[in-house]
């Protein structure tokens, strides 16, 4: 058994006659990702890409055994898409579609959590087990298998990063993208617990970026709990312009200054190796491995 | 999107919150004439986006209506943080028994509305919430249920109030939590929120910010969402109108890349090489050979824009359609500036052949690009 996604997922598509649901398909499936079925309403019936499509997700399940959700429907649509998915058992549920309403977000995640489901996203490339299977749209090619975990708050910036560590030499056990709209299923400590639990994952990388406070609260979790795994990290916006602010209540809700200096300087407290490029990423993992060593 | 304190104002007048009696003015004229209308003292508060107007001399007070013409006029030749002042709120002046901060925030990390709320409110709430954070009260609603009337009534006990007063607070929660329903607000916020000498309680401020991700389904804030907001350059009004994420820079290195953390990474990197960007333009996830069209063509005619890097990892992004984006702009009105493009990913086989066809060539590194564009063989 592998971490979300692995040779055990069988998943349907929700969406999946649209444009990126069925260009997607395609290529999760050539990843080697079982795609046992697709749902679109009104187009039950057909197929696409090889997949029958349905009209619904209980239709779906009573002519498969889908155990997994990738969600690639319109904004309008994907909180329903979701609970529907949710509803029917699938878990994990991968929600690809960006820009989400925060409240409809608010709600799927408290009935997520109320079925005990595991969201991925919204807005996030998916998750991926290099070599075995990916629920997402990430170019697969980049990512090879081995022992690092990487979660981050992007998509393209962790295509950027496995890459260099592909490059390197350094496979990866799980990466995912915990999602960037403002509300998201897990946060990297969500993830940091699954990380340490999972026997192929040998050393974890975060990817952040400005704004918010999960790098804070990840920090925090790995000073708390002592984390025995190896972290490094990337925080991107360096360069970038302060974030907007959401007014008084924002500043005082996350509680810090969100910048990326503040947020490297905090990972660096805590024993995390900080990159100032993605492209060290490898490096410091090399160091620490061998550090690690050493001990 | 932001709302102008009149708009906020507006909505909540609606719904039956309580604000000053005042009216918006455009011109000093029209403010002289509010203030006869309404008598007593009055305050003159510009209208604008950006926070901290008070400090920056943007209320002032008029005891008479000429003051208070005059007042305006000098408000309204003011430019606030880059914000030029259009309108002046001229509203009572209220009899302070005290001061309080009311607010209904989105709670990112417990993926919940929160209140925040405080006995200590007035201008300098920020400098009590971080030198005493236990000034300020946090109450978190449930997602699915939301505030219920208790939610409102432990806050305003928590204040200190009872009775009749505690009754009046509680409501006015209540509908400054209505009003982030209604209209799908990430804050409400009241800042002073009033408790007047004759014990009743007023938004003598108020600032709503509406959900950018909700505006499909609020008509309502279809033609304000379109007018350009004033904390935007018209590049950037421009650029948003078309749909790319763009914030204007003051470097001379003309940035354009797929995804917000990718783009931020982008320039970083340039930046760590010794660049300077000019810009941050996220194309976004999927973009067509046309909207990378769109965004080049913004970008080139960016006079400050001296070269280009374009910076692509393709996962729902295709190569082969921004290569065909790229490519169409040097057809019809030619490439202006020195350009150099990364790409990676999905399509890449395609998107390199488009592009080596078209005399254009392109890098798969993201640190040699970097490298190569910040150097003085691209000039």
């Given at each position: 058994?592998?971490?979300?996604?692995?040779?055990?997922?069988?998943?349907?598509?929700?969406?999946?006659?649209?444009?990126?649901?069925?260009?997607?398909?395609?290529?999760?499936?050539?990843?080697?990702?079982?795609?046992?079925?697709?749902?679109?309403?009104?187009?039950?019936?057909?197929?696409?890409?090889?997949?029958?499509?349905?009209?619904?997700?209980?239709?779906?399940?009573?002519?498969?055994?889908?155990?997994?959700?990738?969600?690639?429907?319109?904004?309008?649509?994907?909180?329903?898409?979701?609970?529907?998915?949710?509803?029917?058992?699938?878990?994990?549920?991968?929600?690809?579609?960006?820009?989400?309403?925060?409240?409809?977000?608010?709600?799927?995640?408290?009935?997520?959590?109320?079925?005990?489901?595991?969201?991925?996203?919204?807005?996030?490339?998916?998750?991926?087990?290099?070599?075995?299977?990916?629920?997402?749209?990430?170019?697969?090619?980049?990512?090879?298998?081995?022992?690092?975990?990487?979660?981050?708050?992007?998509?393209?910036?962790?295509?950027?990063?496995?890459?260099?560590?592909?490059?390197?030499?350094?496979?990866?056990?799980?990466?995912?993208?915990?999602?960037?709209?403002?509300?998201?299923?897990?946060?990297?400590?969500?993830?940091?617990?699954?990380?340490?639990?999972?026997?192929?994952?040998?050393?974890?990388?975060?990817?952040?970026?400005?704004?918010?406070?999960?790098?804070?609260?990840?920090?925090?979790?790995?000073?708390?709990?002592?984390?025995?795994?190896?972290?490094?990290?990337?925080?991107?916006?360096?360069?970038?312009?302060?974030?907007?602010?959401?007014?008084?209540?924002?500043?005082?809700?996350?509680?810090?200054?969100?910048?990326?200096?503040?947020?490297?300087?905090?990972?660096?407290?805590?024993?995390?190796?900080?990159?100032?490029?993605?492209?060290?990423?490898?490096?410091?993992?090399?160091?620490?491995?061998?550090?690690?060593?050493?001990? | 999107?932001?709302?102008?304190?009149?708009?906020?104002?507006?909505?909540?007048?609606?719904?039956?919150?309580?604000?000053?009696?005042?009216g918006l003015a455009s011109t000093p004229d029209e403010a002289r004439d509010i203030h006869?209308?309404?008598?007593?003292?009055?305050?003159v508060?510009?209208?604008?986006?950006?926070?901290?107007?008070?400090?920056?001399?943007?209320?002032?007070?008029?005891?008479?209506?000429?003051?208070t013409r005059?007042?305006a006029?000098?408000?309204l030749?003011?430019?606030?943080?880059?914000?030029?002042?259009?309108k002046v709120l001229v509203?009572?002046?209220?009899?302070?028994?005290?001061?309080?901060?009311?607010?209904?925030?989105?709670?990112?990390?417990?993926?919940?509305?929160?209140?925040?709320?405080?006995?200590?409110?007035?201008?300098?709430?920020?400098?009590?919430?971080?030198?005493?954070?236990?000034?300020?009260?946090?109450?978190?609603?449930?997602?699915?249920?939301?505030?219920?009337?208790?939610?409102?009534?432990?806050?305003?006990?928590?204040?200190?109030?009872?009775?009749?007063?505690?009754?009046?607070?509680?409501?006015?929660?209540?509908?400054?939590?209505?009003?982030?329903?209604?209209?799908?607000?990430?804050?409400?916020?009241?800042?002073?929120?009033?408790?007047?000498?004759?014990?009743?309680?007023?938004?003598?401020?108020?600032?709503?910010?509406?959900?950018?991700?909700?505006?499909?389904?609020?008509?309502?804030?279809?033609?304000?969402?379109?007018?350009?907001?004033?904390?935007?350059?018209?590049?950037?009004?421009?650029?948003?109108?078309?749909?790319?994420?763009?914030?204007?820079?003051?470097?001379?290195?003309?940035?354009?890349?797929?995804?917000?953390?990718?783009?931020?990474?982008?320039?970083?990197?340039?930046?760590?090489?010794?660049?300077?960007?000019?810009?941050?333009?996220?194309?976004?996830?999927?973009?067509?050979?046309?909207?990378?069209?769109?965004?080049?063509?913004?970008?080139?005619?960016?006079?400050?824009?001296?070269?280009?890097?374009?910076?692509?990892?393709?996962?729902?992004?295709?190569?082969?359609?921004?290569?065909?984006?790229?490519?169409?702009?040097?057809?019809?009105?030619?490439?202006?500036?020195?350009?150099?493009?990364?790409?990676?990913?999905?399509?890449?086989?395609?998107?390199?052949?488009?592009?080596?066809?078209?005399?254009?060539?392109?890098?798969?590194?993201?640190?040699?690009?970097?490298?190569?564009?910040?150097?003085?063989?691209?000039?």
């Open positions: 058994m592998t971490l979300l996604v692995g040779k055990q997922t069988r998943a349907i598509v929700q969406g999946i006659t649209g444009n990126q649901g069925s260009f997607h398909t395609r290529l999760m499936r050539e990843y080697g990702t079982q795609i046992v079925a697709g749902v679109t309403p009104g187009k039950g019936g057909t197929s696409t890409q090889g997949v029958s499509v349905y009209d619904t997700v209980a239709a779906a399940l009573e002519r498969t055994d889908a155990n997994a959700s990738i969600i690639f429907v319109p904004a309008p649509f994907a909180k329903e898409a979701g609970m529907e998915a949710i509803d029917a058992g699938l878990n994990p549920v991968v929600i690809i579609t960006e820009m989400i309403p925060a409240r409809d977000s608010m709600v799927l995640m408290a009935y997520a959590k109320e079925h005990g489901a595991t969201i991925i996203g919204p807005n996030t490339p998916g998750v991926i087990t290099p070599g075995e299977a990916k629920l997402g749209i990430m170019p697969g090619d980049v990512f090879s298998p081995g022992g690092v975990g990487v979660a981050s708050r992007s998509g393209t910036l962790t295509y950027e990063i496995a890459s260099y560590l592909t490059r390197a030499g350094i496979g990866q056990s799980t990466c995912l993208g915990i999602g960037g709209d403002p509300i998201t299923g897990l946060n990297f400590v969500d993830v940091l617990k699954m990380f340490r639990d999972d026997k192929s994952t040998d050393a974890v990388v975060l990817i952040g970026e400005i704004g918010g406070s999960a790098e804070e609260d990840a920090a925090d979790f790995i000073e708390d709990t002592k984390y025995a795994k190896p972290v490094a990290a990337y925080v991107a916006g360096r360069a970038a312009p302060p974030g907007k602010r959401m007014g008084h209540a924002g500043a005082i809700i996350t509680g810090t200054e969100g910048t990326a200096d503040a947020k490297m300087k905090r990972f660096r407290e805590v024993g995390v190796r900080v990159a100032e490029v993605p492209s060290e990423l490898p490096r410091l993992l090399q160091q620490q491995k061998a550090a690690t060593i050493q001990q | 999107m932001k709302l102008f304190e009149y708009e906020s104002k507006s909505l909540a007048q609606n719904l039956g919150i309580n604000t000053p009696r005042g006869k209308r309404i008598g007593g003292e009055v305050v508060k510009a209208q604008v986006l950006v926070a901290g107007r008070g400090k920056a001399g943007g209320i002032k007070f008029g005891s008479k209506p000429d003051e005059d007042r006029s000098e408000i030749s003011m430019t606030i943080k880059g914000e030029k002042v259009k509203e009572q002046k209220l009899a302070i028994k005290k001061e309080l901060f009311g607010s209904i925030v989105l709670d990112r990390v417990n993926k919940c509305q929160t209140i925040l709320a405080s006995d200590h409110g007035g201008i300098d709430i920020e400098e009590v919430a971080s030198k005493s954070p236990e000034k300020i009260l946090r109450h978190r609603l449930d997602p699915v249920f939301g505030m219920r009337g208790f939610d409102a009534r432990q806050v305003a006990l928590k204040l200190g109030y009872g009775g009749q007063r505690l009754n009046a607070l509680t409501d006015l929660l209540a509908n400054l939590y209505r009003l982030s329903v209604i209209y799908d607000a990430e804050l409400v916020e009241s800042n002073p929120l009033v408790e007047t000498s004759d014990s009743k309680f007023v938004a003598a401020d108020l600032r709503v910010i509406v959900d950018d991700n909700s505006l499909f389904r609020h008509p309502e804030f279809q033609e304000r969402s379109k007018e350009a907001s004033a904390e935007v350059t018209p590049l950037e009004a421009k650029a948003r109108e078309n749909g790319l994420a763009f914030v204007e820079l003051d470097g001379d290195i003309g940035i354009m890349g797929n995804g917000a953390g990718l783009v931020m990474a982008t320039l970083d990197m340039v930046n760590h090489y010794g660049g300077k960007p000019a810009n941050f333009c996220d194309v976004g996830g999927g973009a067509d050979a046309e909207h990378v069209a769109t965004a080049l063509q913004i970008i080139q005619g960016d006079q400050k824009v001296h070269k280009i890097f374009i910076n692509i990892l393709a996962g729902i992004t295709r190569c082969d359609e921004v290569a065909k984006g790229i490519v169409e702009v040097k057809k019809v009105v030619g490439l202006k500036k020195p350009l150099v493009v990364r790409m990676q990913g999905t399509n890449f086989d395609e998107g390199k052949r488009i592009l080596d066809s078209a005399g254009i060539t392109t890098l798969e590194k993201m640190d040699e690009a970097a490298q190569l564009v910040t150097s003085a063989k691209v000039a």
